[in-house]
Structure formats: structure tokens, C-alpha cells
């Protein structure tokens, strides 16, 4: 929770204001930021899913099919 928490300030507070603002250049962001969005994105699916799971978690749970899940995306 923390990290996806982390991941999105990073984007909120840093990265969008930087390329509204026109701060950096496209290749400078990229280098600083990388592919930050993305893997927030993954991150926030990936934690409302896990999230999803442990509240209905019985003894024949698993978790693996959301990680396959994501991955076929």
C-alpha cells in the first residue's frame, strides 16, 4: 500500500507538473522517471485485486490467477 502510495505521488506531485509545466524535455523525464506510470498502474491493479482476495480468503483460495491475469493484459 505504501509503495503504490509512494508511486503515485511520484506521478502527482513530480512528473505531471514537470511535463504540464514543460520543465523537461520527453527524454530527460524518461530518464529521471522511466516508466513510472506504468507500473503504478500495474501496482494499483495488482493491489486492489490482492486487496479484493483477502477480504473473501477461504482455505481454497489462491492468488496466483490475478498475476496471470495481469500479466495477459
Do not use: H
Not at 506510470?37 to 486492489?48: F, K, P
Not at 473473501?56 to 498475476?67: A, R
Amino acid at each position: 500500500m505504501t509503495y503504490v502510495r509512494i508511486l503515485d505521488y511520484m506521478v502527482n506531485l513530480f512528473l505531471r507538473p514537470i511535463r504540464e509545466n514543460e520543465l523537461m524535455t520527453e527524454m530527460e523525464i524518461r530518464a529521471v522517471f522511466s516508466n513510472v506510470e506504468s507500473i503504478l498502474m500495474l501496482n494499483t491493479t495488482l493491489l486492489g485485486d490482492t486487496k479484493q482476495r483477502m477480504e473473501n480468503w477461504d482455505m481454497e483460495q489462491c492468488i496466483g490467477d490475478i498475476f496471470l491475469q495481469i500479466v495477459c493484459l
